[in-house]
């Protein structure tokens, strides 16, 4: 069964503007991460936040992850036409590591 | 050097046919998966591998056997397929907590 679930489904901005996505899950996780998936390609790790974590930032990314509340954001700032993918949240238990849908993000120059 | 590798990239076959699809990581991870992207782009796991031992099996027909022949390989072999199996199908390692994915299968069945 599915884990995480994106919210929106796809988002189309500005280059230059910021992009948020967000992922909702429903059992208790280890960690969460945000993979990204290129036009058919397979995906790619972008960042990991801990249980025990509230906000990480790598580059112009920033994730949130809010337990009590089962969510996580992804904010890609200053984007760019090449930031055009998919973004997907992967919830990781115990024993496994499971995907939503993911936000399909276009970026337009 | 690719660090998982996926082949065939396209596989293009006839309902009943049985078909396998291969993965090899020179990572050197303990851990291997398969994982199946629909049209609408779930991707949704399959099995997982530990060092040859299966670990994970969700609920996959058992027309699909994944096949470790050691820790570096995972193929997946799939008997009598069937339209629904059209899909992309991922194989990834794990490594660091984080996946590796190959670049994908796309298997189309007609």
């Known amino acids: 069964s599915q884990q995480g679930e994106e919210d929106p489904q796809a988002l189309s901005i500005q280059e230059g503007e910021n992009a948020t996505m967000n992922c909702s899950y429903k059992?208790?996780?280890?960690?969460l991460q945000w993979y990204r998936q290129n036009s058919g390609r397979g995906l790619v790790h972008l960042i990991l936040?801990?249980?025990?974590?509230r906000e990480k930032h790598s580059g112009r990314l920033r994730v949130t992850l809010d337990t009590s509340k089962k969510s996580s954001s992804l904010l890609i700032t200053a984007s760019r036409a090449a930031d055009t993918a998919s973004y997907f949240c992967?919830?990781?238990?115990?024993?496994?590591?499971?995907f939503g849908a993911g936000t399909r993000l276009t970026v337009k120059p | 050097d690719t660090a998982v590798s996926q082949t065939p990239k396209y596989l293009v076959t006839q309902m009943g046919n049985d078909k396998s699809i291969k993965c090899e990581q020179n990572?050197?991870?303990?851990?291997m998966y398969w994982y199946k992207q629909d049209s609408k782009k779930f991707l949704k796991i399959m099995f997982s591998?530990?060092?040859?031992?299966?670990?994970i099996n969700e609920t996959v027909p058992n027309r699909f056997s994944p096949k470790s022949p050691d820790k570096a390989h995972l193929n997946l072999h799939i008997n009598s397929l069937e339209l629904g199996d059209s899909a992309v199908y991922f194989c990834?390692?794990?490594?660091?907590?984080?996946?590796?994915f190959g670049s994908g299968t796309q298997l189309s069945v007609l």
């Open positions: 992967a919830t990781v238990g115990d024993n496994d590591m499971r």
């Open positions: 059992t208790s996780i280890n960690n």
């Open positions: 936040i801990r249980s025990n974590e």
């Open positions: 990572l050197g991870h303990d851990t």
């Open positions: 591998y530990n060092n040859k031992e299966l670990i």
């Open positions: 990834a390692s794990e490594g660091n907590e984080k996946l590796f």
